[in-house]
């Protein structure tokens, strides 16, 4: 019998403003997911950026969909920022980071899996939200 390889891991980045509502997320999120065509059954993990660590509406979601909410500082991401799809001065300004989304997607599919991660569906925004995935091969087992 010959052995089926795993599925990459596929990790959602989200960047949000200030009282984003999870409804408004799971919407972004979901209609991302959907253009792509791409079950949300797929996804491996969710991260942001760390001054989101608290955000009701982040929470919310990362409880409904059952993952954690995996968080990297601005200096974690800053490496990410050459290959970002859009650099964002506004985002720049409010967190220090030129993309939330495409940034941690990128972060936590890389700790996660086997090489470099990256970006399966670039930055989709909304009136209050950013949404990205990226992948990355499993590790071996």
Not at 3 to 13: N, Y
Not at 47 to 66: D, F, M, R, W, Y
Not at 74 to 97: V, Y
């Amino acid at each position: 019998m010959t052995e089926v390889a795993p599925g990459p891991i596929l990790v959602i980045g989200l960047g949000c403003r200030q009282g984003c509502s999870a409804v408004h997320l799971i919407a972004l999120i979901e209609q991302s997911l959907d253009k792509a065509g791409l079950a949300l059954s797929a996804i491996s993990a969710l991260a942001s950026i760390e001054t989101k660590q608290h955000e009701p509406g982040l929470l919310q979601v990362a409880a409904q969909l059952n993952f954690r909410l995996e968080v990297f500082s601005a200096e974690q991401l800053a490496p990410f920022s050459s290959r970002l799809s859009h650099h964002s001065t506004i985002a720049f300004e409010h967190t220090g980071c030129y993309g939330v989304a495409e940034s941690a997607a990128l972060a936590l599919a890389e700790q996660l899996g086997d090489g470099p991660a990256s970006v399966l569906i670039t930055r989709q925004k909304s009136s209050a939200a950013t949404f990205a995935l990226a992948c990355a091969r499993q590790k071996p087992r």
